[in-house]
């Protein structure tokens, strides 16, 4: 049988890194073990969700290289959870309720005073038929709670290991609205049985679902053919680098922020899926490669630091090591069609962001201000510059004129010369900019003639 896995977002708001890190080992986990990768859309809340945030889910899933196998939107399911909803009732494990959301909220507090869960007290179970019509003709409607067993309920969660509910300390969830319409809770569960999902791997926010959703599980399959309830694994949330909650800065930790900001998919990839376990954090140039390393065993309960400054630096190390052919488009995009991959080899090691090559290409063909600290050097070394074609040997035969002629070595030699030919004091190596930058253009700036 194929490992079935899905990520389940609800469109009702941006993707940001802990949503890609889910999306993420949903996605390994089905390459490692041959399965389906379904992105399923939970736009059951119709308030909130928007045909926008769905279509940013999409794109943000292409930039990340995560494809899915399978596509569901739960707004296109609504007669499947109709149907799995007579069956609730048909069994009785659905019931209504008439509890306005204040009498629920003075309930719950008064419980929280008195020492107790703050559970659901199931006083509609008590109501008679005609207190029920009553209410009903009143024009009240009712909401629907799953009667949950009282027994514990267990698991082994493939990241958390053993995890145990008290029945007594779970409250009846609501299933299905005043207005006819079937919440979260019920339709990710009828979803996950119907498109044979036998892996639910999501955040740790969701445990407590976990608990309920496995008797939900156990009713629904109750008398069908085929399907079990499914393994859990649930993965502890993303901390900021102090170890707050990442929720207040999602904005700034959206994905669309990322790749605005310059941020490589793979850097992405790479930092999640590792953070959280002991391996080592490097840049992984492609998807495929994470494959093979996957483990979801490595994945350990304590949450995981993320920071910003960790994945510049992941971003910087991948740019490093990416040959030209995977960046030619994109340079030619930003009109360094011409640069070639001596241009690219040259400064790539040099680079934070993409766009960081710019500044490389106006070293080597465009306009910089030179930097002349030692004209009498400078001067002497522009006399002595040899005759093109220049290669990368060029520099070291040069240089080594120019040290005979004038006596001097090391960083005096070295330093003005760099900062006359690339009005800077690092960058990449010079006998790899040399040829770039090219002889007329190295002469004027040594002369202080022209940028
Ligand atoms: N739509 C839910 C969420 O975004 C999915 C949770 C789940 O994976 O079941 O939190």
Not at 153 to 166: A, E, I, M, Q, S
Not at 399 to 424: D, E, I, W
Request: net charge neutral.
């Amino acid at each position: 049988m194929t490992v079935g896995v899905r990520f389940a977002p609800s469109p009702t708001g941006r993707l940001h890194v802990g949503n890609a890190r889910v999306a993420l080992v949903n996605w390994l986990f089905a390459r490692k073990h041959g399965g389906s990768f379904l992105l399923r859309l939970d736009d059951t809340d119709l308030e909130r969700s928007t045909r926008e945030h769905a279509e940013a889910i999409e794109r943000d899933m292409e930039w990340l290289g995560l494809k899915h196998d399978r596509f569901a939107r739960q707004s296109d399911r609504m007669d499947r959870y109709a149907l799995a909803i007579e069956k609730l009732k048909a069994s009785e494990r659905l019931y209504p309720c008439y509890e306005t959301a204040e009498e629920l909220d003075l309930k719950r507090r008064s419980r929280l005073a008195r020492g107790l869960p703050p559970i659901y007290d199931r006083a509609a179970l008590t109501m008679s038929a005609g207190d029920r019509a009553k209410l009903e003709a009143g024009g009240q409607r009712p909401h629907w709670r799953f009667l949950l067993e009282s027994g514990d309920v267990t698991w082994d969660d493939l990241v958390r290991g053993p995890c145990h509910f008290h029945g007594a300390h779970l409250s009846d969830p609501i299933l299905v609205r005043e207005d006819g319409r079937p919440l979260y809770t019920l339709t990710s569960a009828v979803d996950d049985i119907e498109l044979g999902i036998d892996h639910v791997i999501r955040g740790e926010d969701h445990v407590a679902n976990t608990a309920v959703q496995i008797q939900l599980f156990q009713a629904l399959l109750d008398g069908r053919e085929g399907g079990s309830v499914p393994v859990f694994a649930h993965l502890p949330l993303l901390v900021d680098a102090v170890g707050g909650a990442l929720s207040k800065r999602l904005g700034s930790l959206a994905l669309e922020g990322l790749r605005a900001d310059g941020i490589e998919p793979m850097a992405v990839n790479s930092l999640l899926a590792h953070l959280g376990t002991a391996d080592p954090i490097q840049p992984f140039r492609r998807l495929d490669d994470l494959v093979a390393g996957f483990d979801l065993k490595r994945f350990g309960r304590a949450a995981p630091h993320f920071d910003p400054r960790e994945l510049n630096q992941l971003n910087a190390k991948l740019l490093h090591i990416t040959p030209y052919a995977e960046v030619a488009q994109r340079l030619a995009a930003m009109g360094l069609g011409g640069a070639g991959d001596g241009f690219w080899l040259a400064v790539r090691g040099n680079v934070q962001r993409l766009a960081d090559v710019k500044d490389w290409w106006d070293v080597c063909q465009g306009a910089i201000r030179p930097a002349l600290d030692d004209p009498d050097l400078t001067r002497a070394a522009a006399e002595l510059l040899p005759g093109e074609p220049w290669d990368d040997r060029t520099w070291g035969q040069w240089t080594g004129a120019v040290a005979a002629a004038t006596g001097r070595k090391g960083k005096a030699l070295f330093m003005p010369l760099r900062r006359a030919l690339t009005g800077r004091d690092h960058g990449p190596e010079l006998k790899s900019l040399l040829p770039l930058i090219g002889r007329a253009r190295a002469a004027a700036r040594l002369t202080g003639k022209a940028a």
